[in-house]
Structure formats: structure tokens, C-alpha cells
């Protein structure tokens, strides 16, 4: 029964007293008391569980709109030798020095940062080259022109366990609970604008693993790394998701 059907049985019980009138009112006067104590504790809890209730529809749907929860990743460029972030993922101006026929903007699909001159960059996690563009030059006797883009380049393909958390509530009692479920995932980053290059399509990299120095050749204005991160469907996907900058500690 809820508190509205309560509400109005007690509204009737009261015409019923003032119908009966006489000595009978004393008395039904003490059950109404007893009555509308129950009704204001019912009232409350009511009122307690609903407003409990829409916390956790609102909790719910927090949790929807949330992103998967990602293992936080090594930053590519060695700490020591990092200064700063330069660029983020989204829309920029093309600098001048690099497009000569007027103003630009073009989607900037990884982010870029500067670090010391030859700063050292770094395997994010454990895994496998996958390919491997050497700097422009001679190689071996061979003449190579490197990647036009990101010039020197690595790309190295990771595997990682990502935790998403379902938006279903099991109310139990007082408490949410949301299951976590667990899986692999690949990832694939692309390192570019190295000076050199010290690993091989095949070779398998630890975190921390120096793969490379910071350059600037291919597509580039001057010496920074520049870092792109694609799931295994060849989608951009935010590198900050993936991995913290060590100056927002």
C-alpha cells in the first residue's frame, strides 16, 4: 500500500469520527494520532527511497556516458629529456612555413611535444613493431626517402586490458553495484618525426625501451615527437586516454 492510499484512508477515518461523534471521538482520536505517525514514518521512507532512487538513475547514467577505463601507459618521450606538449588532437592552422599557399586548418589526428635536443623516446608498453620507416638518406647502400609525412617512423602495435563497467544497478539493500568486465584490446601508435631509429619491423619492445630520438623530419616545422594512437578498425583515438603528461602530475 502506498503512502497516497494511506493518506486517504486516513482522510476517511477522520469523517468517520466527526459522523460519530460523542464519547467515541477520545478514542478515535487517539488511533488517529497512532495512525498518522505510522503515515509520516511511511512518508519518509517513501520519500528516502525515492530520493535514493533517482541518485542512482542519475549515477547510472553518469556511468553510461562514461569513457572505458584505460591502463595508464608509459609517456612516449623519457621524462628527463620531455619540456612540453605543442599540439593536441583536433582542428589547427597548418603552419606557413609548410603550406605556402595561405591559411589552412586541417584535422591534427595525434598530439605533438618537445623535449631536449635528441630527446629519447620510449615504448609505451609491451609490445611489436609492426613497421619501421628509416630516416632519409643512405641505408645499407640503399637511398631511402623516408615516410613524406611523418619522415622517420615507427609504428609499434600493443595489446592492453580494458575494464568496462556495465550500466545495469542491482539494488540491493543500499547498494549499486556495477560489473566490471574485463578485456583485450589492441592498440596501435605511430611515433614520427625521429632523427634515428633504433629498433625493426619484428622486434618485440618492454616499457621504457628506447626506440628512437626526437627529430624532425618528414612534414615538420622543428624537433618534436609526434604521437597517434588507432584501434584495431584503424579509428583515431585520443592518445590521453591512453597515457597521462608527466606535468599535469
Not at 482520536?29 to 495512525?35: A, D, G, P, Q
Not at 593536441?88 to 599557399?101: A, M, N, T
Request: with cysteine.
Amino acid at each position: 500500500m502506498n503512502w497516497e492510499t494511506k493518506f486517504w484512508l486516513l482522510a476517511l477515518s477522520t469523517y468517520m469520527i466527526l459522523i460519530l461523534g460523542g464519547a467515541q471521538i477520545e478514542e478515535r482520536l487517539l488511533i488517529l494520532n497512532s495512525k498518522v505517525s505510522i503515515l509520516e514514518q511511511d512518508i519518509t521512507t517513501e520519500k528516502e527511497t525515492q530520493i535514493y532512487l533517482q541518485q542512482a538513475l542519475t549515477h547510472m547514467v553518469q556511468i553510461r556516458k562514461r569513457r572505458d577505463i584505460y591502463p595508464m601507459l608509459l609517456w612516449p618521450m623519457h621524462v628527463d629529456d620531455y619540456k612540453h606538449m605543442t599540439s593536441y588532437v583536433g582542428l589547427r592552422d597548418v603552419p606557413k612555413e609548410i603550406y605556402l599557399g595561405g591559411s589552412l586548418t586541417r584535422v591534427h589526428t595525434g598530439i605533438d611535444m618537445i623535449g631536449v635536443k635528441k630527446a629519447r623516446i620510449v615504448s609505451i608498453g609491451y609490445g611489436k613493431v609492426v613497421d619501421h620507416c628509416l630516416t632519409p638518406g643512405w641505408h645499407n647502400g640503399k637511398l631511402y626517402s623516408g615516410d613524406p609525412v611523418f619522415g622517420a617512423r615507427i609504428d609499434i602495435e600493443y595489446k592492453i586490458w580494458v575494464y568496462k563497467y556495465t550500466p545495469e544497478i542491482i539494488h540491493t539493500g543500499r547498494v549499486i553495484e556495477f560489473k566490471r568486465i574485463k578485456y583485450l584490446t589492441t592498440i596501435l601508435v605511430t611515433y614520427g618525426h625521429m632523427s634515428e631509429t633504433s629498433v625493426h619491423i619484428g622486434d618485440w619492445v618492454i616499457p621504457g625501451q628506447e626506440i628512437g630520438k626526437q627529430g624532425s623530419t618528414g612534414f615538420s616545422t622543428g624537433p618534436h615527437l609526434h604521437v597517434e594512437v588507432f584501434n584495431e578498425k584503424g579509428d583515431v583515438l585520443q592518445p590521453l586516454n591512453y597515457m597521462k603528461d608527466p606535468n599535469d602530475a
